[in-house]
């Protein structure tokens, strides 16, 4: 049967998803790899290997398993790097990196694990990734005291786009971002580089609190704020997804690109939903070339991507700290949303939130670990009690 030509909707979906996915978190992506010391050919690299890993791994499931699989870099991961933002080395971060990959392949490899999986609490693991997207959402406001005109340009420009075209509106808030930098020539020049995305491995070293209190948490908010609702966008659409080649290949594609710097790669859930309705494309049946086309478009992006890490590296720390902060405030609501929606784990969340958004560090461990400890210490003491009861 020959193949049919995408209709004109598959690709301008793709276009939009790709342009939203990439564009609206670029920043943070930068940011987190800079915090943790990477120069800029490392953070060049890190990206590269993102989308890649973006574009390989969904262009062969998508093909193999015949539905839009979608997938994306974890925006929450990298904003639980930058909370890690001098306390790890670059190299430790490798190794952290390839620690949540293992697990997350462990998890995809063991049927009983990946049931247990979706029995963790989405309070506890909401309030950790809600304790650490805090910090950058009041970063932002802090950050008027450097630079209020563009803050409040971003901010005028966020709350009306969320209005009226809330898709579109990190791209509009970036887009206004750079405006006013070059209107003010605020843009540092960031000198002749290569036209073309490069790799540069590392040699990861593996050090336990690193895994403890990056690859842990890292492993667990890709898991509960990617992965899973991942799975349900494409249930949504129609789709049966089998959930152990999508976890798999996403972990293994993550564990072979993690020396070049790719902390995840997983399934998307926002830009997803762009790709698998009828809107995309009107037959449920060949609405897997959408996914094919989305992979391309990471592929061109993984190509071109020295330029586009260049100019984002010479933004002004004021800049990139008030982009951070705006992409993260929509993230922040979901998780204080889904942490209380139980109320008889509550406490637990607001402690698991409180111990997180602290910034704490007992023996070297970051305060997610101890967040989840905290959180998953209340949840066992209220079941113990109510079994004896």
Same mark, same amino acid.
């Given at each position: 049967?020959?193949?049919r030509?995408?209709?004109?909707s598959a690709?301008?979906?793709?276009?939009?998803?790709?342009?939203?996915?990439?564009?609206?978190?670029?920043?943070?992506?930068v940011?987190?790899?800079q915090?943790?010391?990477?120069?800029?050919?490392?953070v060049?690299?890190?990206?590269?290997?993102?989308? &890649?890993?973006? *574009?390989?791994?969904g %262009? #062969? =499931?998508?093909?193999?398993?015949?539905?839009?699989? +979608?997938?994306? /870099?974890?925006?929450?991961g990298?904003a639980?790097?930058?909370?890690?933002?001098g306390?790890?080395?670059?190299?430790?971060?490798i190794?952290?990196?390839?620690?949540?990959?293992?697990m997350m392949c462990?998890l995809?490899?063991?049927?009983v694990?990946g049931?247990?999986a979706?029995?963790?609490?989405?309070s506890?693991?909401?309030?950790?990734?809600?304790?650490?997207?805090?910090p950058?959402?009041l970063?932002?406001?802090?950050?008027?005291?450097?630079?209020a005109?563009l803050v409040?340009?971003l901010?005028?420009v966020?709350?009306?786009a969320?209005?009226?075209?809330p898709l579109y509106?990190?791209?509009?808030?970036?887009?206004a971002?750079?405006?006013?930098?070059l209107l003010?020539g605020? &843009?540092?020049? *960031?000198?002749?580089? %290569? #036209? =073309?995305?490069g790799?540069e491995p590392?040699?990861? +070293?593996?050090? /336990?609190?690193?895994?403890?209190?990056?690859?842990v948490?890292l492993?667990l908010?890709?898991?509960?704020?990617?992965?899973?609702p991942?799975?349900?966008?494409?249930?949504?659409a129609?789709?049966?997804?089998?959930p152990r080649?999508?976890l798999?290949?996403?972990?293994?594609?993550?564990?072979?690109?993690?020396p070049?710097?790719?902390?995840?790669?997983?399934?998307a859930a926002?830009?997803?939903?762009?790709?698998t309705?009828?809107?995309?494309?009107p037959s449920?049946?060949?609405?897997?070339?959408v996914g094919?086309?989305?992979a391309?478009?990471?592929?061109?992006?993984?190509?071109?991507s020295?330029?586009?890490?260049?100019?984002?590296?010479a933004m002004p720390?004021?800049?990139?700290a008030?982009?951070?902060g705006?992409?993260l405030?929509?993230?922040?609501?979901?998780a204080?949303?889904?942490?209380?929606?139980?109320?008889?784990?509550?406490?637990?969340?607001i402690?698991?939130?409180?111990?997180t958004a602290?910034g704490?560090s007992?023996?070297?461990v970051?305060?997610?670990?101890?967040?989840?400890?905290?959180?998953f210490?209340?949840?066992?003491a209220k079941?113990?009690?109510?079994?004896?009861?």
């Amino acid at each position: 049967m020959p193949l049919r030509t995408p209709p004109l909707s598959a690709w301008t979906s793709a276009f939009i998803a790709a342009l939203v996915g990439f564009g609206g978190t670029v920043a943070l992506i930068v940011r987190a790899m800079q915090g943790l010391g990477a120069d800029a050919g490392q953070v060049g690299s890190a990206v590269t290997a993102l989308c &890649l890993g973006i *574009s390989l791994c969904g %262009a #062969l =499931l998508s093909w193999r398993m015949r539905m839009p699989v +979608v997938l994306a /870099w974890s925006t929450p991961g990298a904003a639980l790097l930058v909370a890690s933002a001098g306390a790890v080395a670059w190299p430790v971060a490798i190794g952290a990196f390839l620690a949540a990959a293992v697990m997350m392949c462990v998890l995809a490899a063991v049927p009983v694990l990946g049931r247990a999986a979706q029995r963790i609490p989405a309070s506890v693991a909401s309030a950790m990734l809600a304790g650490v997207l805090l910090p950058f959402c009041l970063q932002l406001f802090r950050t008027l005291e450097a630079d209020a005109l563009l803050v409040c340009v971003l901010l005028a420009v966020f709350v009306i786009a969320r209005q009226r075209l809330p898709l579109y509106a990190l791209l509009l808030v970036l887009g206004a971002g750079v405006a006013v930098l070059l209107l003010r020539g605020d &843009l540092a020049a *960031s000198g002749q580089g %290569a #036209l =073309l995305g490069g790799l540069e491995p590392v040699a990861p +070293v593996f050090d /336990w609190r690193a895994v403890m209190s990056v690859g842990v948490p890292l492993f667990l908010v890709t898991l509960v704020s990617q992965n899973l609702p991942g799975l349900v966008v494409l249930r949504s659409a129609g789709y049966e997804p089998a959930p152990r080649p999508l976890l798999l290949g996403t972990g293994l594609t993550t564990l072979l690109l993690a020396p070049f710097g790719a902390h995840g790669v997983n399934l998307a859930a926002i830009t997803a939903a762009i790709c698998t309705g009828s809107d995309a494309h009107p037959s449920a049946a060949g609405r897997w070339v959408v996914g094919i086309i989305y992979a391309a478009f990471y592929l061109v992006l993984a190509l071109f991507s020295a330029p586009l890490v260049l100019f984002f590296l010479a933004m002004p720390a004021s800049a990139i700290a008030a982009l951070t902060g705006i992409a993260l405030i929509a993230p922040l609501s979901g998780a204080v949303e889904q942490m209380l929606v139980e109320k008889s784990e509550r406490d637990a969340a607001i402690l698991t939130f409180a111990a997180t958004a602290s910034g704490v560090s007992l023996l070297g461990v970051g305060s997610a670990f101890w967040g989840l400890l905290a959180g998953f210490a209340a949840l066992a003491a209220k079941w113990a009690f109510a079994r004896r009861t």
